[in-house]
Structure formats: structure tokens, C-alpha cells
């Protein structure tokens, strides 16, 4: 099976040639071959493509040599064409006429070629002859016999490619953290509805709120007697795409959307991206594995579940070192245990109602589940240090949303009242700024434009001061970075604003540069006296695109400096669950440093302010407090912070 997911032309981390690798270049020639057959280019043209990938895969002699020497078309299987396209990757880092087919050809078209027995030549058939240009409309076309007239294809055909279709779904990896928060909470409360149902939680990556997560675990508690009636309960729910195995303590479902309640909140990407995401999600699917124990088991099993692997490594060394056994079912002693396994071992455990008392039997205080990733955590539980992790209701406010202004879909007033609803003081509007380009329309507020904004502003800050409402807007910018570091507008428009959002949006050329240039050049911004929050600061989309490549350590610890100098600098944690960045692996170190961090939802719409508590997980998983975030303060001091 062809993995397509992540097609696209490489792009050079280098300043020197060779720019591009031989095995970067056979694997885009490859993908090239099924495009051009995709395209309906003619089959000689596909066959070259091929011959040349395979060609260079098995080249042993230094590439960039080759090319040098003007040797490119004496290898066998390369000709001229190709062979320009290979010298100027090799020398200039840059693909060609490739640009074009990557863009042309639609990218259902390349993820149906991920089908399992479905390859380009028939994919381009039931484009060309029944429109099929994407793995959902040829679902569609198959579940209604669309398929089986057309000539060469049959009823075997449309069988083959549903199963297919499934399979594709199992082994895409990964749901985002809303996505399996979703179900992972949809489940948990289907299940908590059923009689008899002692104890469930979800457990795993969910419960320890890393940003995607693989696959969902729960854990359920029920008497002996009960267990059989529940998990009948379970198999009749709606959801279940399928069952992949049915014991009688373990259950193994992928769920899908008939499962979920509601709908899965987006905001904070552009537009186009965010369109077919969604799409995505609702038509995700979820892999789930249900645990049914005794109650006493219960907070063993939870445990167990929860993870992280490593954490739970180093719980049982710490139960070894006191003469204990810890497995999921139990914390009992080594001695009494013998060669005893599973449950037969945990007999004569010690008894533990909740998780704490498990932790607290090993010396230990009880670790919030997003902590457990052994990275500090055990020690700081020993010591009784651990950090007292920011709740969403700490925060005060946000500092980056938009606005009908530039590409949100609401006016200040309707962000404004939805925020005051929030219980927030206060709200930073930060529309894009002049340059922001999407598909050659700028979407950001003109510079002149910037004091009709200002104006209505002041006219909402003086009315809501009038009626005693304790609420105002700062008013703030997002501004664009340019890639040699210099900032959107005029210094002159930058100063009249209460903050200065800087984010990185033409993310092209900045991920054709290596990291040394890109830390420097968000260094630059960053150092101007008018910038404040760092916003979205690699880039990235989870389960997108990656971010561009930058010394985020390096980025920290210039930001620190100006920090101590008494000059706020702050990163942004981008709440939406499709950036989550900056990463919750950075936060430490931030924190350490001495730089605030400020959790911003992006919020696009109203609704959108509410991705703030995604945001906040990640801050939880990053170990900050109620002090390291610059939102949980109040807006007089703000205002002070701010210098007005
Ligand atoms: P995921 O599903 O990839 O997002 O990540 P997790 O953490 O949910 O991992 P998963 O689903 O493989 O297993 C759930 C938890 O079960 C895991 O966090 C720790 C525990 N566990 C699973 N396998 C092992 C193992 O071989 N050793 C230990 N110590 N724990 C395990
Ligand atoms: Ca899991
Ligand atoms: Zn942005």
C-alpha cells in the first residue's frame, strides 16, 4: 500500500548543493510517475519517471558528482528531461514543472491511490468517467452499485475497494486531541449510562492529553455478575464502525461518528485547510479498547492504562525497591507473589480505593495524568514540588482573535459579549495584518483602516466603563513576520496598538530555510520594542504540515533575556487543537526562563474562544502554573504590563 499521506516536494534544509538527496529524488520521481498517470499522461512519460527513480535508487556513485560532471543522462534509464529536473534539484533545490503536477492533480485523487487494490489507472478511470475525485465520493459510489456497470469494473470492484477503504482508515495513525477527546468522552459517558457500571474513565493518551492520540483505552469497573449484561450494553451502541474482538474483560471497537454527540469545534486555521479537516474529523474513525475489571482492580487497571509506558516503568521500580509487585491489578508483595502473574498474583494486594492510594503505598504523592510522561515528574511527586497546574477557570482573558475585520466571521461585539459570558475580562482582538496574502487576496486590515478599528473599540470600551461592566478590549494586531524578521505596518501604526501578535503565515519560505536563518530572523522581530506574543510559533498543523524547522531553545532563551530586562515578551500556546503550538515540551524550559506564556484560543468566530481549554491542557501537560501565564491576570495589570 502506497502511503500518500505525506506527498510533497521536499524542500531543502540546505545552503549548499547537493540541496536534495538521491533517496529524496527516487521517492519524488516515484510519486511523480503516479501523478502523471493520475494526470493522464501517456504511458511512456509514466514509464520513464519510474525507470529514472529506480535508476537513481540503485546509483551508487556520488550524485552531486554526477551532475557535475555533466554525466546525469549517461545513466541508463534517464533521459534529458528528467535528467534536467534532476540536476536542478541537485544544484538549486527546486523542482520544476514538478510544482505544477504536485498542485494539479486533486489530492482525493492521490489518497484514493492509497486504497489498498486500487491503483492510479483506475483511480483516473472513475475520476474521468463518473467524477470520483476523492476516497469519499468513490465510498459513496460503491455503497450505492455506481461502480459495478462501468466497464472493467464489477461488483467485486466496489466490494473490494469498501474493504479497502476501511483498512485505509485503520492505519491512518492518529486523531488529533479534539477528535479523540470526542469520542473518547462519548464512550465514557454511553458507558457510564448503563446500570450496574461501578467505575469507568478513560485512560491512555487521552487521559494524559497529548495532542493526538493513537488509540482510546477505558477502563471499566463492574462486579463480576454484572460484567456479561454490560458489555451486551456496549456492543448495541450507535458508533461502532466494528468489532475487532470481544472477550470477557477486554473489548476492541472502532468507533465512528454515529458515536459522537455534537460536532467537533474548528477555528484558528485558514479557511481552505480548515475545510478539509473538518471534513476529516467527521468522517473519523477511532480505534477503542475497553477494560472491564472488579472494582477493587478499578484504580490498578486505570493506572496501568493511563501510562505512560515510562511512568509506569518507573512506578514498579519504585515498588521493587520496597520489596512490592505492581501490575494492573494489584500492589502486593514480591515474596507472597512467587512465580504468580496477572491477576492470580495480585490476590492479596494491598488495598487501594482510589489512584492516590496507590501513589501514596510507594511514597509517593498522587501525579496528574498529563505529568506522566517521566519527564521529572516521579522525583518532583517524591519531593513534594509538583507543580499546581493552571485550571481554564484562572484564566482572565486572551490576546489573540479575530474579527469580521480581517477573517474571522463575527464583530467585536458578538467576540465581546461571548467572552464576557466566558466570565473573561477582557479580550486582545489581533486581526491580521495588511500583508497577509490567501490565494492572492489579502485577508488583514489595511493600515488605514487600522483607526476605524481603534475607534469602535474605544467606543466599546467607554460604553461597557459606563454601564459598570468590568470588561474591555485591547486592542492589538497580528502581525505578520516577514522572513527577513522585519514586522507588518508602519513602526508608527505598531505603537498605537495596546499588542503585537507576531506570527509567521508565508510559511514558504521560511521552511526552505534551514533553522539557523529562521531563528535569527524571528530573533529580529521578536527584539522589535513594539512585539509582544510570539505567536503560533513553528507553523505547524497537526496531522498536516509540519512547522518550519527553528531553535525554539534558542528563541526561549533571547526572549528570557529581554524578560529580566523588564520588557514582556510572551510565547503563545495556540489553543486550536490543530496547532497546539508552541509545544507542551517547551514549556518547562519557558518557565524556567522566565518567559510568560499566554494561552490564546485564535478564535475565529465566537465559538472559537472556547478551544481555549485545549490550550490550557497542553499548558497542564507543559507543568506551568497560574503564574507562568500571562492571561490569568487581571487587566489593570495588563494594562500595566502593556505600558498604558
Ligand atoms: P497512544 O494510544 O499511542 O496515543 O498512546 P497510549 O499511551 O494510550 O498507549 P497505548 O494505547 O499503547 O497503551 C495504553 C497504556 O497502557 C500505556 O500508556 C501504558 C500501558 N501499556 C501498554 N503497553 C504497555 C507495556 O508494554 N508496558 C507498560 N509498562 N505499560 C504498557
Ligand atoms: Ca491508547
Ligand atoms: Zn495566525
Redesign the pocket.
Known amino acids: 500500500m502506497v502511503n500518500v499521506s505525506a506527498w510533497s516536494l521536499p524542500k531543502t534544509k540546505r545552503r549548499v548543493s547537493p540541496y536534495i538527496t538521491k533517496s529524496q529524488l527516487a521517492t519524488v520521481l516515484e510519486q511523480a510517475a503516479i501523478l502523471l498517470e493520475l494526470d493522464g499522461a501517456n504511458r511512456f512519460r509514466v514509464i520513464a519517471y519510474q525507470n529514472a527513480s529506480r535508476a537513481l535508487s540503485s546509483l551508487e556513485e556520488d550524485l552531486l558528482k554526477v551532475v557535475i560532471d555533466n554525466r546525469i543522462t549517461d545513466i541508463k534509464g534517464i533521459g534529458k528531461g528528467i535528467g534536467g529536473l534532476i540536476e536542478e534539484a541537485v544544484l538549486e533545490g527546486t523542482w520544476g514543472s514538478l510544482y505544477d503536477l504536485y498542485g494539479r492533480v486533486p489530492r482525493g485523487l492521490v489518497e484514493m491511490v492509497g486504497i489498498p487494490g486500487l491503483g492510479p489507472k483506475r483511480a483516473r478511470q472513475l475520476y474521468e468517467k463518473l467524477g470520483i475525485d476523492s476516497v469519499e465520493s468513490l465510498k459513496f459510489a460503491c455503497s450505492n452499485d455506481n461502480i459495478s456497470s462501468l466497464s472493467g469494473f464489477g461488483k467485486k470492484s466496489q466490494e473490494k475497494y469498501l474493504e479497502g477503504i476501511d483498512l485505509l482508515r485503520r492505519y491512518q495513525g492518529r486523531s488529533r486531541m479534539d477528535v479523540g477527546l470526542a469520542y473518547g468522552h462519548a464512550l465514557e459517558r454511553r458507558i457510564s449510562n448503563i446500570p450496574n457500571v461501578v467505575k469507568v474513565e478513560l485512560a ?3 487521559r494524559r492529553k497529548r495532542e493526538t ?5 477505558i477502563v471499566l469497573g463492574a462486579k463480576p455478575g454484572d460484567q456479561a449484561e454490560i458489555i451486551k450494553e456496549i456492543m448495541n451502541f450507535p458508533g461502532i464502525a466494528e468489532i475487532k474482538g470481544q472477550g470477557s474483560s477486554k473489548i476492541s471497537l472502532i468507533l465512528e461518528a454515529d458515536m459522537l454527540v455534537g460536532k467537533i469545534n474548528v477555528s484558528g486555521i485558514d479557511s481552505g485547510l480548515a475545510e478539509t479537516l473538518v471534513e476529516r474529523s467527521l468522517d473519523a474513525t477511532i480505534d477503542a ?1 475497553i477494560r472491564i475489571v472488579d472494582p477493587e482492580s478499578f484504580p490498578f487497571t486505570l493506572a496501568y492504562f493511563t501510562g505512560s509506558k515510562e511512568h509506569n516503568i518507573r512506578m514498579r521500580q519504585i515498588a521493587i525497591n520496597r520489596g512490592l509487585r505492581l501490575n494492573e491489578f494489584g500492589l502486593f508483595s514480591e515474596e507472597e507473589a512467587g512465580s504468580k502473574i496477572g491477576k492470580e498474583a495480585a490476590e492479596n494486594t494491598l488495598i487501594c480505593s482510589t489512584e492516590e492510594d496507590i501513589y501514596h503505598h510507594l511514597g509517593l504523592r498522587w501525579v496528574p495524568p498529563e505529568l506522566r510522561e517521566d519527564m521529572g515528574e516521579i522525583e518532583a511527586s517524591a519531593n513534594n514540588v509538583l507543580p499546581n497546574l493552571i485550571k481554564v477557570e484562572d484564566l482572565r482573558g486572551s490576546f489573540h482573535n479575530h474579527t469580521i475585520a480581517s477573517d474571522g466571521n463575527a464583530t467585536l461585539e458578538e467576540m465581546s459579549n461571548y467572552a464576557i459570558n466566558m466570565g473573561w475580562e477582557y479580550l486582545g482582538i489581533a486581526d491580521h495584518s495588511e500583508s497577509l496574502n490567501i490565494g492572492g487576496k489579502s485577508i488583514g486590515i489595511a493600515g488605514e483602516d487600522i483607526l476605524n478599528q481603534k475607534l469602535e473599540i474605544q467606543n466599546l470600551n467607554k460604553k461597557w466603563k459606563e454601564q459598570d461592566v468590568e470588561f474591555r478590549i485591547f486592542h492589538g494586531s497580528e502581525c505578520d513576520i516577514m522572513p527577513d524578521g522585519r514586522l507588518d505596518y508602519s513602526d508608527d501604526i505598531r505603537s498605537s496598538l495596546s499588542h503585537i501578535v507576531g506570527s509567521v503565515h508565508a510559511l514558504g519560505s521560511w521552511r526552505n530555510r534551514d533553522e539557523h536563518t529562521n531563528t535569527e530572523a524571528l530573533i529580529n522581530a521578536i527584539e522589535d520594542p513594539t512585539f509582544t506574543i510570539l505567536g503560533h510559533p513553528t507553523g505547524r498543523i497537526l496531522q498536516g504540515r509540519e512547522g518550519f524547522p527553528v531553535d525554539m531553545h534558542a528563541i526561549l532563551r533571547r526572549m528570557g533575556e529581554i524578560n529580566a530586562e523588564g520588557i514582556l515578551k510572551a510565547v503563545e500556546i495556540n489553543a486550536s487543537p490543530y496547532r497546539l503550538d508552541m509545544d507542551w515540551r517547551l514549556c518547562k524550559y519557558a518557565k524556567e526562563l522566565g518567559v510568560p506564556v499566554c494561552i490564546n484560543p485564535d478564535a475565529h468566530n465566537p465559538e472559537g474562544l472556547n478551544d481555549i481549554w485545549f490550550g490550557t491542557q497542553i499548558a497542564r501537560k507543559g507543568w506551568l502554573e497560574k503564574e507562568d501565564i500571562l492571561n490569568t491576570k487581571s487587566a489593570s495589570e495588563i494594562e500595566r504590563l502593556l505600558g498604558q
Open positions: 491512555g493518551s487521552a492520540i493513537g488509540d482510546l483505552d479498547q
